[in-house]
């Protein structure tokens, strides 16, 4: 049963235009959610997260927006540039675990031309 | 800055063979996860760790060990390497430090299985 959801496995743009990736969870007990880019052969890196207690979080190109009541979170890109190319994973976690355990979507490649 | 280093980028080993892919974090982390990535399923949690010799599974455990006698090292045993188990192998680590915190990963190990 896949918890986190990204349903669009790729997305083409074009440079300079805005990039919106979407994912979906199932588990309400989730409250911090968090995405990551990954490059071909190189580990995911941390790009930025939000609390469930907020519905917006913003840092510089990249903002994150959470749909509680639709369990959805969306990750804009703006604008987008040829570097911003890479797949990206969401992920979630829940703050009653303290191991920090994170279940990940199945990830989204972004394609941005120049 | 923080790192996690895997022991191999790339490693080839044949059907039956015992297989050890090991991970260092100098972070001083309590939390460390081992998370394989394929095609179309995004990133799947095998085991992971809170605490010294502590290690819960995950979401795809069979198959797998893990071992954690330091708590900087968090090592994955394939008991007997099988080719379904050809795959990108993620380390992460994190904090239990503070409400919400990041994991971070390592450059991961391309394991192929002949």
């Known amino acids: 049963d896949q918890q986190v959801k990204q349903n669009s496995p790729s997305l083409s743009v074009q440079e300079g235009r805005i990039s919106i990736l979407n994912c979906d969870y199932t588990n309400s007990m989730f409250d911090y959610f968090l995405w990551y880019k990954k490059y071909p052969a190189e580990g995911p890196t941390f790009l930025i997260s939000i609390s469930s207690i907020k519905d917006k979080n913003e840092d510089g190109r990249f903002t994150v927006f959470l749909n509680k009541s639709a369990k959805h979170l969306s990750l804009h890109i703006v604008p987008s540039q040829p570097g911003d190319s890479a797949v990206y994973f969401c992920a979630a976690s829940g703050v009653s675990s303290n191991t920090g355990k994170l279940i990940f979507g199945q990830g989204t490649t972004l394609q941005v031309k120049p | 800055d923080v790192k996690v280093t895997q022991s191999s980028r790339y490693l080839v080993k044949r059907t039956g063979e015992k297989v050890f892919l090991e991970c260092v974090q100098d972070?001083?982390?309590?939390?460390m996860f081992w998370y394989r990535q394929d095609p179309g399923l995004g990133l799947r949690l095998i085991y992971f760790?809170?605490?010294?010799?502590?290690?819960e599974k995950g979401d795809i455990p069979e198959g797998y060990s893990v071992s954690r006698e330091k708590k900087e090292r968090f090592s994955l045993i394939l008991e007997s390497a099988s080719t379904n188990q050809t795959s990108m192998y993620l380390c992460?680590?994190?904090?239990?430090?503070?409400?919400?915190?990041?994991?971070?990963f390592g450059q991961g190990t391309r394991l192929t299985v002949v």
């Open positions: 992460a680590s994190s904090s239990t430090l503070g409400v919400n915190t990041e994991a971070f």
């Open positions: 760790s809170y605490d010294v010799k502590m290690k």
């Open positions: 972070m001083d982390h309590e939390n």
